[in-house]
């Protein structure tokens, strides 16, 4: 009985979580905060990559799009125009943006994407890709956001622009 009555005292001792800190009560009775990250809109998220010959290749078979500029550098360079020979797929830099969102909302549902490329991404490039959350809507014990998403070069050369929207099954950062 006086056990059940220390624990009672230990969890009413407890102050109620908030949405953004959740409390954890040891034994002891001390209590330790334990950040969650909600997300929340105008937070962003990074993820950044290298594309390789090798990662080219196998997208282009893949996707059976064999265009010349993604393969041969002299074509790229002489009759496309691309100073800096072999272009990534555009689509393959895109994948960056699911990539980010599922790594931090596992279970996410990707339903929609715009896209304008403004510059050539080149092999061994580094990519940032970037989504920063605009809007969130609650839909159903799932959440709605919309995200502005972005890739630079260079830390600064916007190379793709556009939006997306994904359903979340909650708004806690896994990473």
Do not use: W
């Not at 929340?40 to 265009?67: H, I, M, P």
């Not at 009759?79 to 980010?100: E, K, N, Q, T, Y």
């Not at 502005?148 to 622009?161: G, I, P």
């Amino acid at each position: 009985m006086t056990m059940r009555v220390g624990l009672l005292k230990r969890i009413l001792s407890c102050p109620p979580p908030s949405p953004a800190i959740s409390f954890r009560c040891s034994s002891s009775s001390s209590i330790t905060p334990e950040a969650t990250r909600l997300l929340k809109v105008g937070d962003v998220l990074r993820e950044s990559r290298r594309f390789s010959e090798s990662d080219v290749a196998r997208y282009s078979e893949v996707t059976g799009d064999r265009n010349p500029v993604h393969l041969d550098a002299d074509f790229a360079r002489r009759i496309a125009g691309f100073d800096g020979g072999r272009v990534v797929h555009g689509m393959l830099v895109a994948s960056l943006f699911p990539s980010v969102i599922a790594s931090h909302f596992p279970g996410a549902v990707y339903v929609a994407q715009t896209l304008k490329f403004k510059l050539p991404v080149y092999i061994e490039d580094e990519v940032v890709a970037e989504v920063q959350a605009t809007h969130v809507r609650e839909n159903k014990k799932r959440y709605i956001v919309k995200f502005s998403t972005k890739c630079f070069v260079d830390k600064e050369s916007l190379v793709l622009d556009g939006e997306a929207m994904a359903i979340l099954p909650t708004l806690v950062l896994n990473k």
